[in-house]
């Protein structure tokens, strides 16, 4: 197995635990546009997809600007506010920056509020890129955001980890050649096993960020 040097984050539901506030805007988007609210489940089943997708199939009989602009308006008053991290994630983080490997975030989060996340628990000096949805023309699982943050870090595809809550994360870095880490604190894949994801089943799943460190050792 080849040495692992390089992390790549989610954002969303990996490291901040977004998951109040983003149901939250779902909810106030839904209330103002159709008059009601929408199964939790229906939200939970979208997390990871470009928020501009969703919004088409969600509203297809809307201006897309104006969709947005409603969720995206909840989001600027109340995100800050709303966001924690994930327990034990900044340790991580710092830990894997201590032990000199490379470390990005890719994310379907626009840049503002990704940073405005990093920058409230003092994260955004551990990270060594940073790819959002506008370094990119195609979004995950598409393989093109993870092949950018390769290349701006350096890194081959097989020397490289991703770790994501999502279909979209375990597809994107699957599809870019990197192994697929699956947080087992998803929301949107919450309690399902490799068994349960068949075919698009995550290289390796964790429960606590510290069960990094034994993928990492065993591929050294």
């Not at 992390?7 to 103002?32: E, P, Y």
């Not at 279909?167 to 599809?175: G, H, T």
Request: charged residues 30%; proline residues 5%.
């Amino acid at each position: 197995m080849q040495k692992i040097d390089t992390i790549l984050f989610d954002f969303d539901g990996t490291i901040m635990d977004t998951n109040n506030v983003i149901l939250m805007s779902w909810q106030h988007t839904f209330r103002t546009l159709a008059n009601r609210e929408e199964d939790e489940a229906v939200l939970t089943a979208t997390f990871g997809e470009p928020l501009e997708i969703t919004m088409r199939r969600f509203f297809p009989d809307r201006q897309l600007e104006e969709s947005i602009e409603v969720y995206r308006q909840f989001q600027r008053d109340n995100f800050s506010r709303l966001i924690t991290l994930f327990p034990g994630m900044k340790e991580l983080i710092v830990t894997l920056k201590d032990r000199g490997y490379k470390v990005g975030l890719v994310t379907s989060r626009l840049y503002q509020t990704s940073m405005e996340g990093l920058e409230k628990y003092k994260l955004t000096k551990y990270f060594d890129a940073i790819v959002t949805p506008e370094d990119t023309t195609k979004h995950k699982p598409d393989p093109e955001p993870v092949n950018i943050a390769l290349q701006k870090l350096g890194t081959r595809p097989e020397q490289a980890v991703m770790l994501g809550d999502t279909l979209f994360d375990i597809l994107c870095a699957r599809n870019a050649g990197v192994r697929s880490v699956l947080v087992a604190w998803s929301l949107a894949l919450a309690g399902k096993t490799k068994a349960d994801l068949g075919k698009d089943a995550p290289d390796h799943i964790i429960h606590k960020p510290e069960e990094l460190f034994a993928i990492l050792e065993s591929a050294e």
